[in-house]
């Protein structure tokens, strides 16, 4: 898989597979290499616009009706919700924007930022988060340099800021750039995506957006796991919110990281190991499998190896439990308030479900592999490593 469409497929699926398992997403199983993921189960909403034609051509229309009046407006929020509902337009991920869908977001931004508070640096965040990635098509690419300096300066100590950096610095061919910025993670104090400072709005953005009501094909691919036979449209606002998040990037930063993984001496990983312990501390699954997965083959044989490798195992069941359980995750808006990881794991905790068997293991083989040894399977088509 090339990093080009692996980025986009991360982009598709960490989306929505990091706000719910309503849909029985599994995007944790194989993310040893979070960057592929193939053999993840996906549902709503990817398969609507097959599996639920006639839902999916009303919600477009009523969506697309809703950016139009937003457009309208000229307060922050309003600019705001044109860039958080954007993503829900088919298409979005996976085709080159038409260009009055790109003036639009830019217009929106640069409105939402002149309207902003001083100290509110959210419409920069949704900037660098969109433009610091290296897109499959050309005409998406934005430049996310001024919102990335503005990110620096308003939060300087979020590893997931320098990241970005490290991402828009690859983008450009810029190496030195790439290094500088990944040694300045290293020295951050936490990993923060902002995924429920991203969700809560979005959700309140959707219950101002009229969805149609979900006809009998719509129920099916919502209820995907055969357990919501009462699915509604809050459910499918909540799944929506998930697929509209923007998820800043960090494969940069793992390519360069399992690079270093073999050179015990190099200041690369140790700067690796201080950031990915971060990732792995986070308080959202996908940041918590980013940074176990590194740990775990960067540790690999340390005394403290075996402890990380433990902590991934665990991470892979709690994950498995709550894609199979679909109504531990119903209600995320305390987990958007309070943190993904933390709530969820007190459900499962609550529901006896939190540590897995002395012998289990994932079904994926990547996954398998990392836990088992800390040593990546190598890549079927060269032999090496994957990266």
Same mark, same amino acid.
């Given at each position: 898989m090339t990093h080009k469409s692996g980025l986009r497929r991360t982009a598709l699926i960490a989306g929505l597979c990091l706000a719910t398992s309503l849909v029985g997403c599994t995007p944790f199983e194989p993310a040893a290499t979070p960057e592929e993921t193939d053999s993840a189960q996906l549902s709503f909403p990817l398969s609507l616009p097959e599996a639920a034609p006639q839902w999916n051509r009303a919600y477009q229309h009523a969506l697309r009706d809703r950016l139009k009046t937003l457009a309208q407006r000229d307060d922050a929020t309003s600019q705001l919700d044109i860039v958080r509902l954007q993503p829900l337009l088919d298409g979005y991920y996976t085709a080159a924007l038409p260009t009055d869908l790109r003036r639009e977001r830019a217009r929106a931004l640069g409105r939402a930022q002149a309207l902003a508070d001083p100290d509110d640096d959210t419409a920069f965040w949704y900037e660098a988060a969109i433009c610091a990635r290296v897109e499959s098509f050309a005409e998406n690419r934005c430049d996310p340099d001024s919102a990335l300096a503005h990110l620096q300066r308003s939060d300087p100590e979020n590893a997931a800021v320098w990241l970005m950096m490290a991402e828009a610095a690859s983008a450009r061919g810029d190496r030195a750039g790439v290094d500088a910025a990944l040694s300045q993670a290293a020295k951050a104090r936490r990993y923060d995506i902002r995924y429920g400072a991203s969700a809560i709005p979005t959700m309140r953005a959707l219950e101002r957006l009229d969805l149609p009501a979900l006809d009998a094909q719509a129920l099916t691919v919502l209820d995907s796991s055969?357990?919501?036979?009462?699915?509604?449209?809050?459910?499918? $606002? +909540?799944?929506?919110?998930?697929?509209?998040? #923007?998820?800043?990037?960090?494969? #940069?930063?793992? $390519?360069?990281? $399992?690079?270093?993984?073999?050179? +015990?001496?190099a200041q $690369?990983? +140790?700067?690796?190991?201080?950031t990915a312990t971060l990732l792995a501390d986070s308080d959202t699954l996908i940041g918590r499998m980013f940074g176990l997965a590194l740990m775990a083959e960067l540790t690999a044989n340390t005394a403290g190896g075996a402890a990380w490798r433990e902590r991934m195992r665990i991470l892979h069941w709690q994950s498995a439990q709550i894609s199979a359980h679909p109504a531990l995750s119903r209600d995320l808006e305390r987990a958007w308030r309070e943190g993904e990881v933390v709530t969820l794991v007190a459900r499962l905790k609550h529901a006896g479900l939190d540590r897995p068997p002395s012998d289990w293991l994932p079904e994926n083989p990547r996954a398998r592999a990392l836990i088992l040894s800390g040593i990546p399977l190598p890549d079927t088509a060269t032999g090496q490593p994957e990266t």
């Open positions: 055969g357990q919501l036979a009462d699915a509604n449209l809050k459910d499918a $606002r +909540t799944a929506l919110a998930g697929w509209a998040f #923007v998820l800043p990037s960090p494969l #940069v930063f793992q $390519r360069s990281c $399992r690079a270093a993984a073999a050179d +015990t001496a $690369r990983r +140790t700067d690796c190991i201080a």
